[in-house]
C-alpha cells in the first residue's frame, strides 16, 4: 500500500525472482510498477537471458516481494518458546508463553530464526542433548555470520527489550520480559548492508 | 473459638453428645488416638520434598474454598499440582523480585534527579521565562510526529528535562536537540550548543602550547637527518603531510559545541572540538559506533583519535550537509569584512530576517529551491576556510631538505566549497536518485499540512516546516549512503629501502652461470695481461739494448 488506505496483495516470492533482485542495487522509486534495467551484468549473464527473447527489465513490485522474503528469511526472529512443535512435525503458536525472563531476554542466544533451520545439525552431540525438541527446532542467533550482527539493548528503564539488526538496517525486534508481546518490524530503505564485516 | 475445623487440632475433643461422663470415655479415647496417629502420619514429612501431606492437604482445601472452581473432583489433580507448584514459586519469588527491581529501580533513581527543580529559588524562574535557550524539544516532537518520526513521548519528554539540566549547568547562549545516534551497546543522545562569546577561550591557549612543542622537535629532527645520512640505514623518506590547524572554535566546523549522552539521565559529556585530519579520516571509513565514548577506533587509515573523535567528526559533516531552513529565514549580516584575508571562504555569519515571510507548504514541498544550507560544508581539506598549509611550515623548509624539495606537492588548489545559504536545488543527487525527498505531511488536511524534507545522502536526517517554524533532526547510525559499497583504502606501496643512486644501486646476485661465465672471462684476461707483459719486457729489453 501506498497511503495506507488501499492495501494490494503481493504474490509469494520466487526464486528466480529473489535471484534476480539481488543484483539490483540502490533505493527503491516508490512506484511499483518502476522497470529496472540491468545496468551491470556479466556478458554470460546477458546471453543467457537475451536467449530467452525477453529483454531483462525487472518489476519494482518483483523487487519489492523478493526483498520481503528475503528479510523474512535472513532476520525475522521469534524469541525462543514462542513456537512450538508437535511430535507429528507442525509447528504452532505456544499459548502457554508467557515471555522470557530479563535474563534471558538479554542473551542473544533465546531468539530463534524463524525460517528453516539450517545449523541445526551441526552441533555437536553434546549440545544436542540440552536441547529440547519442542521449543528448540530452528536456528538461534548466537551463532549470525559475521559475529556481532544482532544489537540488543534495554530501553525504557529495563522493561522492553530492542534488538535491531545490522544486516538490515532498520530491522527492530522489541519484546517486553514476562509478557506474552513480541514483533518486528522493519522501517528502512530496504538494502542489504553489505559493509557489515568493516563496520565492526 | 468457632466450631472446631477438621484440621484444626481440637477436633474431636468436643463433640456435642459426648461427655466425659460418658460410657464412650474408651470410645472417645481410642478414637482420639487414631485421630492423633492419623494426623502425625498426615504431618510426616516427606522425604524427597520437605512437605507434608497435612499442609498440602490444608492448602489444597483453602484455595478450593476461596476460588470455588467448577467440577472441582475432576481437576483436583492439577490443584493439587499448582499448589505444589505454588510452594517453590514462593522461595524464588522473593528472590526474583530483588532482581526485578533493580534494573528499573535504577533507572527511575537516574530520571528522578532530572525531575528535580533546580537549587534557583522562584527569582531565577521569572528571568528564564524572558529568553530561556532551552529548545521547545515537546513541540519539534509533535511536528516530527505527524510525519512519522520520532521518539516516544517519555523519551522526548526527558532528554527535554535533560537539556534543561544542561543549561542551568553551562553558560549556553543557544541550544538545540540535534539527535539521536544509535550504536552497538549503547546510544547516542546529542545536543548541539553556542557558548556565550568569551567562554571558550582557555581551551585555545593549551592547545597553541602543544602545537608550538610540536615544531621544536622537527626542527631538532631535521638538524639529525643531515648529519647521519651515509651511515645510519635509510631513514624512512615518509614525510607525512602537513598537518593543517583545525579551525578555531566559534568558527566553520567548530561553531558548535556539542554535548552527548547515553541516556537522558546520565551526565552530559563535552565532545572535543573536530580537526580537519579527522573529518578528512572519517569520511574514508565506515564503522559502527559502540556507545562507549572511550573505544578505540580500528580502522584503515588509522583514525586518528577514539570513538568521541569519531563521533564529533561525524556529526560535523551531518551537520554540514543536511541542516536546512527555508529561504528568507536567515540573511547575511549588512557589515561584510574580512573576506580577502580569508582567501574567498566566504561568507560564514548570518541572522535571523525579521521580515521573513513564509512560504506555504505546497511552494516548499514542490520546488527544492525553497531551501537553503544554513551550515558552511566541509572541503575536502576537512575544514570550512581553506588555508594554505605550506605558509607556515617555511621555518622547516629553511633548514635545508634540498633533495626533499622535489618531492613536495604541486601547490595544492584553493579549495572552494559552495558559498553559505545555497538552495537546495544545487545538491547533487547521487546517481539517479535526488538528493532530498519533499513530501507534505498529510494530503487530507491541507491547511495544518507540515512540509517535510527527508535527505537520501544521510538516510536519517529530516528537516520539517510550518509557517515560521522549521527545525532539522537526525535518528540514524551516522552514516552517509552510498549504492557502491564500502571499499578500504589500500596501503600505500612499500617504500624502497635504499633510494636508488650511483653509489648505491640494488641490483640482483648474480647466478652460477653468470659466476662460472665471469670466472673464465677474468681467467682469460689475466693469461693475456701475462703474454703482454711477457712481450713489454721483450721489447723493453729491446730498446735498452738499443741505446
Request: glycine share 6%.
Amino acid at each position: 500500500s501506498l497511503n495506507c488506505v488501499e492495501w494490494s496483495l503481493l504474490p509469494p516470492a520466487t526464486e528466480e525472482m529473489v535471484a534476480q533482485a539481488e543484483q539490483l542495487k540502490g533505493r527503491f522509486q516508490g512506484d511499483p510498477s518502476f522497470e529496472y534495467e540491468y545496468t551491470e551484468i556479466n556478458a554470460e549473464d546477458a546471453e543467457r537471458l537475451f536467449e530467452d527473447g525477453k529483454e531483462p527489465v525487472i518489476k519494482e513490485e518483483a523487487r519489492l516481494i523478493a526483498t520481503i522474503e528475503q528479510i523474512d528469511r535472513a532476520v525475522g526472529i521469534i524469541p525462543r518458546g514462542a513456537f512450538v512443535k508437535t511430535p507429528l512435525g507442525s509447528v504452532h503458536e505456544n499459548r502457554n508463553f508467557e515471555g522470557l525472563s530479563l535474563t534471558e531476554a538479554k542473551k542473544l542466544s533465546s531468539y530463534f530464526h524463524f525460517s528453516e533451520p539450517v545449523n541445526l545439525k551441526n552441533k555437536t552431540l553434546l549440545e544436542k542433548a540440552d536441547l529440547d525438541p519442542s521449543t528448540d527446532f530452528l536456528d538461534s542467533l548466537e551463532h549470525d555470520i559475521p559475529q556481532g550482527s544482532w544489537t540488543a539493548q534495554l530501553e525504557k528503564g529495563g522493561t522492553v527489550v530492542v534488538l535491531r539488526s545490522l544486516l538490515w538496517l532498520g530491522l527492530t525486534f522489541y519484546h517486553v520480559p514476562m509478557s506474552k508481546q513480541y514483533g518486528y518490524v522493519y522501517f528502512g530503505t530496504g538494502e542489504k548492508n553489505l559493509d557489515l564485516p568493516f563496520m565492526l | 473459638h468457632g466450631p472446631y475445623q477438621p484440621h484444626e487440632p481440637g477436633y474431636g475433643l468436643y463433640q456435642p453428645g459426648y461427655s466425659p461422663y460418658d460410657d464412650q470415655i474408651p470410645d472417645p479415647k481410642s478414637r482420639m488416638l487414631a485421630i492423633q496417629n492419623a494426623k502425625a502420619y498426615l504431618l510426616k514429612s516427606s522425604t524427597t520434598s520437605g512437605l507434608n501431606l497435612y499442609d498440602h492437604l490444608a492448602n489444597m482445601l483453602t484455595k478450593i474454598l476461596d476460588e470455588q472452581p467448577t467440577n472441582a473432583v475432576d481437576i483436583i489433580e492439577n490443584i493439587s499440582k499448582d499448589v505444589k507448584w505454588a510452594q517453590f514459586q514462593k522461595k524464588m519469588d522473593t528472590l526474583r523480585d530483588e532482581h526485578e527491581i533493580l534494573p528499573t529501580f535504577e533507572a527511575a533513581e537516574k530520571r528522578k534527579a532530572l525531575f528535580l527543580k533546580a537549587n534557583g529559588g522562584d527569582e531565577e524562574l521569572e528571568e528564564e521565562i524572558g529568553e530561556t535557550p532551552l529548545p521547545n524539544v515537546m513541540e519539534t516532537a509533535f511536528y516530527f510526529e505527524q510525519a512519522g518520526i520520532g521518539l516516544s513521548k517519555d523519551e522526548s519528554y526527558l532528554i527535554f528535562l535533560a537539556l534543561k539540566k544542561l543549561i542551568s549547568v553551562q553558560p549556553i547562549q543557544t541550544c538545540r536537540f540535534w539527535g539521536k545516534i544509535l550504536g552497538l551497546e549503547m546510544n547516542y543522545i546529542i545536543a548541539e550548543v553556542q557558548y556565550h562569546e568569551g567562554e571558550e577561550e582557555e581551551e585555545t591557549e593549551e592547545e597553541e602550547v602543544i602545537e608550538e612543542g610540536g615544531k621544536g622537535m622537527g626542527e631538532v629532527e631535521d638538524e639529525d637527518e643531515e648529519k647521519e645520512k651515509q651511515d645510519e640505514p635509510p631513514k624512512s623518506t615518509y614525510k607525512p603531510p602537513p598537518v593543517i590547524p583545525k579551525e578555531q572554535n566559534g568558527t566553520g566546523a567548530n561553531k558548535y559545541v556539542y554535548f552527548v549522552c547515553n541516556e537522558p539521565g546520565k551526565p552530559w559529556v563535552k565532545l572535543p572540538p573536530v580537526t580537519p585530519a579527522q573529518i578528512v579520516c572519517a569520511r574514508k571509513i565506515k564503522k559502527f559506533f559502540t556507545g562507549r565514548l572511550d573505544a578505540p577506533v580500528v580502522s584503515f587509515p588509522p583514525f586518528p583519535g577514539n570513538e568521541a573523535n569519531y563521533l564529533r567528526a561525524q556529526i560535523a559533516r551531518i551537520s554540514a550537509g543536511p541542516q536546512i531552513s527555508p529561504i528568507g529565514f536567515y540573511q547575511f549580516a549588512e557589515e561584510e569584512g574580512d573576506e580577502e584575508e580569508e582567501g574567498g571562504g566566504g561568507r560564514d555569519t548570518y541572522e535571523e530576517n525579521p521580515d521573513f515571510q513564509p512560504l506555504s507548504v505546497a511552494e516548499m514541498v514542490d520546488s527544492l529551491s525553497a531551501w537553503v544550507h544554513h551550515v558552511q560544508s566541509i572541503l575536502k581539506q576537512g575544514r570550512c576556510i581553506w588555508l594554505n598549509p605550506f605558509k607556515k611550515s617555511e621555518e622547516e623548509e629553511e633548514e635545508g631538505e634540498e633533495e626533499e624539495k622535489a618531492e613536495d606537492p604541486d601547490e595544492l588548489q584553493q579549495e572552494i566549497g559552495p558559498p553559505l545559504l545555497t538552495p537546495l536545488s544545487e545538491d547533487e543527487g547521487i546517481q539517479n536518485i535526488p538528493a532530498w525527498t519533499a513530501q507534505p505531511s498529510t494530503n487530507l488536511i491541507p491547511q495544518y499540512a507540515i512540509a517535510i524534507l527527508q535527505s537520501n545522502r544521510w538516510p536519517g536526517a529530516y528537516a520539517f516546516a510550518s509557517g515560521k517554524k522549521f527545525d532539522n533532526i537526525y535518528f540514524g547510525w551516522g552514516h552517509k549512503y552510498s549504492p557502491e559499497t564500502h571499499t578500504p583504502a589500500l596501503p600505500p606501496p612499500v617504500q624502497t629501502e635504499y633510494p636508488s643512486g650511483p653509489e648505491i644501486t640494488e641490483t640482483r646476485d648474480p647466478t652460477l652461470e653468470e659466476e662460472l661465465a665471469f670466472k673464465a672471462a677474468r681467467e682469460e684476461a689475466l693469461v693475456a695481461a701475462e703474454e703482454e707483459e711477457e712481450e713489454d719486457d721483450v721489447e723493453d729489453d729491446e730498446e735498452e739494448e738499443d741505446d
